[in-house]
Structure formats: structure tokens, C-alpha cells
């Protein structure tokens, strides 16, 4: 029989496209059974989401601290049984120091971690196995972001009990509109970003307020002292008063969302001077993020006044 070289030829690239196509599929036959015919030997996408798997192992960061600062994020391994427990909750916390617990999420039941910070606070944050062996992938986030801005109500605030014409009473501030943003995937490349999950504020005195206080101002007046607490965390304000409602609410715009912004928080400022404005946001993964904002709020004092109102 004689071979005809020129058929064999003209079919040889669709020869070689089949065979391309046949090994893309065995590539990718894993990830279908997840996605698509739900036959791998570990729950699916009915338990983790699209394309992904619950695989054996997983890990969350968490922050290493050296005072009240991150020193280092870290990993820490836990482990699942996807096989026999039908779906992908943490079986094997591996020494986790902190809170662990089961709760129930819109019927679904979810394990969760306590994830601390530096400042003494935290959140307690979903954890499982989601993304392994299956070919997806469980995105990592950097840590949230704090913007420098800020609003102060009224624009020159004068220390408390000290009268304020035109209001006949002390007025106290609010610190307003402060504004946070969850950190992006840094793992997986989707674009996504973590939810803010609480903002919360602190004053101090500045260094240079002490310094005045203590130098200057001791010089004029006989006995002046600290009259406030620091630091000084948010109060509620009386009834009737101007900003009784900014205290009412949790004041946080945007929650459980990337971006949230602080409404505001009432203060009674009992010093005069510069207050620093420390802010720690917390985002969904536990992770939290605490700096002070460059642009200290001032508090002014009326000396016309001054004696008995504030020495």
C-alpha cells in the first residue's frame, strides 16, 4: 500500500491541536471535579466557593508585637478533615493561644479565631481550609490603611467647662470623618480588598502640650495641673446636649465594607493644648493597623476666664 504523504500532511496541525486540547483537559480535570461535577474526594465549591477545594492544611497571620507596635506578621498552620467531616472547619487548632469557637452564619456552621492586636483589642475572624489541593487559592491581605484627614467640631474648640458664647455652655468637640480602607489581596491577584470591621480613636497630649503646661504656663499661673485622664477615649454626651446623637450610634459608615469612615466621636477636653489623635482599624482577617495622625486637633483656653475653670 502506498502512503500518501501529502493527505497525512495537510492533517498534521489538527493532529497536534487535539493533542494540546487532550493535555490542557487532564491539566485541568482536577479543578473541574471542584468546580463543575462536584466528584473530588473533598468538599467543593458548595462549602468553599468556585474553583476551590478544602484542602488539609491552612493558615492565618498574625501579629508578633514588641510593645503596643507589630514587630512582624506571622502564619500560623491549623489543620481540617474535609474527607470526614463533610465540610471545611479547623479540626486541629495546633496550640492557637488565643480564643477559638463554632458559631452559626446564615444557617452555615463556621469556625472562628480570636485574633488579637497590640493595643489589647481584636476581632474574631472566619477560618478554614479553603483553596489547597483543589487549585484555588485563599487570598492574604495586607493590612488596613488609615487616611491623615479629619474634621473638629467647632473649628476651635476651648476646654470644657469654660463658657462659649453663643452656646451659654460647654460645648466639648467631636472628631469626625476619619477614613479607613481594608488591604488588598496580595496572594491570589483578584483584586479584592478585606472589610473594615471597626475604627476606633484615642487623644493624648502632645509632647510639646506637656512641655508647655508643665514650663510656661506653671510660670503664670500657681497650681495648674492635669485635669484629664490620658488617654482620653470617647464619652457620651448628656441628653439635649448639641452632640448627644454623634454618641448614640456605633458612628461607623461603611461597616463590613473596604472602605468605612468613622462619623464622629464626642470629647470633653479638660486641657489646653496640642491632643494627638491615635486610630486603629480592624479589617476582616483580624488584622489591625494603629497610627497617630500627623495633624494634631488644638484645644484652645480662654484666660479672660481662667480662674477657677480650669486650675
Not at 493527505?7 to 493533542?19: C, D, V
Not at 468553599?48 to 491552612?58: F, L
Not at 514588641?66 to 479540626?91: F, H, I, L
Request: hydrophobic residues 30%.
Amino acid at each position: 500500500m502506498t502512503i500518501n504523504w501529502r493527505f497525512i500532511l495537510s492533517k498534521w496541525w489538527k493532529a497536534a491541536l487535539m493533542g494540546l486540547l487532550i493535555a490542557v483537559g487532564v491539566a485541568l480535570w482536577p479543578q473541574a471535579q471542584c468546580a463543575v461535577a462536584q466528584t473530588c474526594n473533598r468538599p467543593a465549591d458548595r462549602w468553599c466557593g468556585a474553583g476551590k477545594c478544602c484542602d488539609y492544611t491552612g493558615g492565618m497571620k498574625y501579629a508578633e508585637c514588641a510593645g503596643s507596635k507589630v514587630s512582624e506578621w506571622k502564619n500560623w498552620p491549623y489543620r481540617c478533615s474535609p474527607d470526614s467531616s463533610g465540610d471545611c472547619n479547623v479540626t486541629d487548632w495546633m496550640g492557637w493561644p488565643y480564643g477559638t469557637r463554632t458559631v452559626v452564619i446564615n444557617g452555615v456552621r463556621r469556625t472562628q479565631a480570636y485574633m488579637p492586636n497590640c493595643i489589647g483589642q481584636g476581632v474574631w475572624a472566619d477560618v478554614d481550609c479553603c483553596g489547597g489541593g483543589g487549585g484555588g487559592c485563599t487570598p492574604q491581605y495586607a493590612p488596613p490603611t488609615i487616611e491623615d484627614t479629619y474634621t473638629v467640631d467647632p473649628p476651635y474648640p476651648i476646654v470644657w467647662s469654660q463658657e462659649q458664647p453663643p452656646y451659654g455652655e460647654a460645648l466639648g468637640m467631636t472628631i469626625n470623618d476619619i477614613k479607613a480602607h481594608g488591604g488588598e489581596d496580595t496572594t491570589c491577584g483578584t483584586g479584592q480588598r478585606a472589610n473594615i470591621t471597626g475604627i476606633t480613636i484615642n487623644l493624648t497630649l502632645t509632647q510639646r502640650t506637656l512641655d508647655w503646661i508643665f514650663g510656661e504656663l506653671s510660670q503664670r499661673y500657681i497650681n495648674v495641673r492635669l485635669k484629664g485622664s490620658y488617654p482620653q477615649y470617647p464619652e457620651v454626651a448628656d441628653i439635649g446636649h448639641a452632640y448627644s446623637l454623634c454618641s448614640t450610634g456605633t458612628g461607623l459608615v461603611g461597616y463590613n465594607t473596604p472602605d468605612a469612615e468613622l462619623d464622629c466621636r464626642f470629647f470633653r477636653p479638660r486641657d489646653p493644648g496640642e491632643y494627638a489623635i491615635n486610630v486603629t482599624a480592624c479589617q476582616s482577617d483580624g488584622q489591625c493597623t494603629t497610627r497617630t495622625l500627623p495633624e494634631p486637633v488644638k484645644v484652645w483656653l480662654m484666660e479672660n476666664i481662667l480662674s477657677g475653670a480650669w486650675r
